[in-house]
């Protein structure tokens, strides 16, 4: 009876040994799960940090900001038709461009040049 027992486990030996070989030879000689580990702790490092220097806030973007939030009154929200002709243009930039100035000057009444 040892024997068949011992043929059993031999059996089952080798099917674990052969599953051991496979998931070696797919992840254990592989490159994929080093740089992960470390894209992955690379990740978390820079989370942190990024943490660490918006724990105190954007400066004085935060305290303009929550100033202009802390202010009393009701919202307010400025509806404005700006009307854009731009004729003749192809460039994307160009078009942005124009845009920009336009609308800077809509909401400002500045000139604007775009470079």
């Not at 724990?55 to 009154?73: C, I, K, Q, R, Y």
């Amino acid at each position: 009876m040892g024997g068949v027992v011992n043929y059993i486990w031999g059996v089952i030996d080798s099917i674990i040994g052969a599953f051991q070989s496979l998931w070696s030879t797919i992840t254990g000689h592989s490159i994929w799960p080093e740089m992960f580990e470390s894209m992955e702790k690379q990740t978390k490092e820079g989370m942190r940090d990024i943490r660490a220097a918006m724990s105190g806030g954007l400066g004085e973007v935060t305290t303009t900001v929550g100033g202009a939030a802390a202010a009393p009154g009701p919202r307010t929200t400025m509806n404005m038709p700006i009307t854009i002709n731009i004729t003749g243009v192809t460039d994307p930039k160009a078009v942005a461009d124009e845009v920009e100035r336009r609308l800077v000057h809509a909401i400002t009444g500045a000139i604007v040049t775009v470079e």
